[in-house]
């Protein structure tokens, strides 16, 4: 049963509202969590790169681990000082699409996930970016582009810089030929451009001695 306050109306709008909300709270409430446990790895020869492994499966087999028996079962079967063979290397190749340029919220999202900021935080240390900071000869230089925006466009001008810098550091085949279209999300007004860097020259590493 869903709660509400006495005296709100439940027109056309708010009933489907309220209709998709009781389908959301019983789809939680059916849910029934299922238990699912891995074994990962940490594997190295000789002096190449550590690499990191997970249990698949018995016998070429793919074989789940549902519960703290099966994967003390696995355990018992490895030796911890022994040695591991490789017997079958796969490779494939995936392409990826980068992801959209920020929009403030997905700046919020990303900064709480990965440095698990709050939204707060994270606007006082963009607004510090965008108001600027001393950086050297240049003296005070705004590093990003206003950050409170939901499109995810890109100027122009950016795109020619960052087409630029890519040629040089890394090579042509590492630019892209087509610009990727983002799609706007609905609603947005587009007023201003998504967050980047004002300019991609000012790289993290050469502004690394003046933060």
């Not at 109306?9 to 891995?38: C, D, H």
């Not at 995810?152 to 090579?171: D, M, N, Q, V």
């Amino acid at each position: 049963m869903a709660k509400g306050k006495e005296g709100l109306s439940a027109g056309r709008v708010q009933s489907i509202a309220l209709w998709l909300i009781i389908q959301r709270e019983n789809e939680i409430k059916n849910f029934t969590p299922e238990e699912y446990w891995s074994i990962d790895s940490e594997f190295k020869k000789g002096r190449s790169k550590k690499f990191k492994a997970s249990f698949y499966g018995l016998n070429g087999k793919k074989h789940d681990l549902p519960n703290n028996d099966a994967v003390q079962d696995v355990m018992k079967r490895l030796d911890p000082k022994g040695d591991f063979d490789i017997t079958k290397v796969t490779r494939r190749e995936r392409k990826r699409q980068p992801q959209p340029p920020f929009t403030t919220s997905t700046m919020q999202q990303e900064a709480n996930r990965k440095l698990n900021y709050r939204t707060r935080k994270t606007m006082m240390a963009a607004q510090q970016l965008y108001e600027g900071i001393n950086i050297g000869k240049e003296g005070s230089q705004g590093l990003i582009t206003y950050m409170r925006t939901d499109s995810t466009r890109i100027s122009i001008i950016a795109k020619h810089e960052a087409s630029t810098f890519l040629h040089e550091k890394y090579g042509a085949e590492y630019a892209a030929t087509k610009p990727i279209k983002g799609k706007l999300p609905e609603g947005a007004q587009d007023a201003h451009e998504a967050i980047r860097p004002t300019s991609v020259f000012r790289t993290p590493a050469s502004l690394k001695k003046n933060t």
